[in-house]
Antibody, heavy 121, light 107 residues
Framework: EVQLLESGGGLVQPGGSLRLSCAASGLTFSTYAMTWVRQAPGKGLEWVAAITDDGGSTWHADSVKGRFTISRDNSKKTLSLQMNSLRAEDTAVYYC??????????????WGQGTLVTVSS | EIVLTQSPGTLSLSPGERATLSCRASQSVINNYLAWYQQRPGQAPRLLIYGASSRAPGIADRFSGSGSGTDFTLTISRLEPEDFAVYYCQDYGNSRTFGQGTKVEVK
């Protein structure tokens, strides 16, 4: 059974940094693209960042470009999201999501339970 | 970038009724790379449909997807209590963007 377990969320002040992690199990992690998707309180889904199976290519949404960085460690089956210069509008539940294949196009076939990031003073 | 517009915003129905949800794209979705997700209250989203009409493993056959180009539909043939949730469409062939969601609520 595929399991994705996020960690690292919490309360941070505006301008601060946070690093999210996602531990994967039950899958050959190194053969799938991975993604972070977020959901602000009471709002819809927003794609944040994506990375290919080997980590060779990454993409970031315009709203986080230059502030967030997605990465992965296939030896540890871990996906990460480094978030810098955090803003109030980054407050959301962040989901770790598995892609259906190693690179685009892929749909999102497994989702973690999410970790809440709150940016507030 | 493709914009996906879902309608209606809220659908009020009773258990056993048929639900028809619409997702319209601002430009043609390449190769019908359109997915539907369900999000129950307090839970993570889960994949229902991919490729516009293919059901994901373990998804009940009362869920069906149809459409092509710019107009897509998710149909729930007979609503079960657990189907009252928010549904999102997504273009995964081009922009990865999601629609704003349709909430299916109990009438």
């Amino acid at each position: 059974e595929v399991q994705l377990l996020e960690s690292g969320g919490g309360l941070v002040q505006p301008g601060g940094s946070l690093r999210l992690s996602c531990a994967a199990s039950g899958l050959t992690f190194s053969t799938y693209a991975m993604t972070w998707v977020r959901q602000a309180p009471g709002k819809g889904l927003e794609w944040v960042a994506a990375i290919t199976d080997d980590g060779g290519s990454t993409w970031h949404a315009d709203s986080v470009k230059g502030r967030f960085t997605i990465s992965r460690d296939n030896s540890k089956k871990t996906l990460s999201l480094q978030m810098n210069s955090l803003r109030a509008e980054d407050t959301a539940v962040y989901y770790c999501v598995k892609g259906s294949s190693e690179s685009r196009p892929y749909y999102f076939n497994y989702w973690g339970q999410g970790t809440l990031v709150t940016v507030s003073s | 970038e493709i914009v996906l517009t879902q309608s209606p915003g809220t659908l009020s129905l009773s258990p056993g009724e048929r639900a028809t949800l619409s997702c319209r794209a601002s430009q043609s979705v390449i190769n019908n790379y359109l997915a539907w997700y369900q999000q129950r209250p307090g839970q993570a989203p889960r994949l229902l449909i991919y490729g516009a009409s293919s059901r994901a493993p373990g998804i009940a056959d009362r869920f069906s997807g149809s459409g092509s180009g710019t107009d897509f539909t998710l149909t729930i043939s007979r609503l079960e209590p657990e189907d009252f949730a928010v549904y999102y469409c997504q273009d995964y062939g081009n922009s990865r963007t999601f629609g704003q969601g349709t909430k299916v609520e109990v009438k």
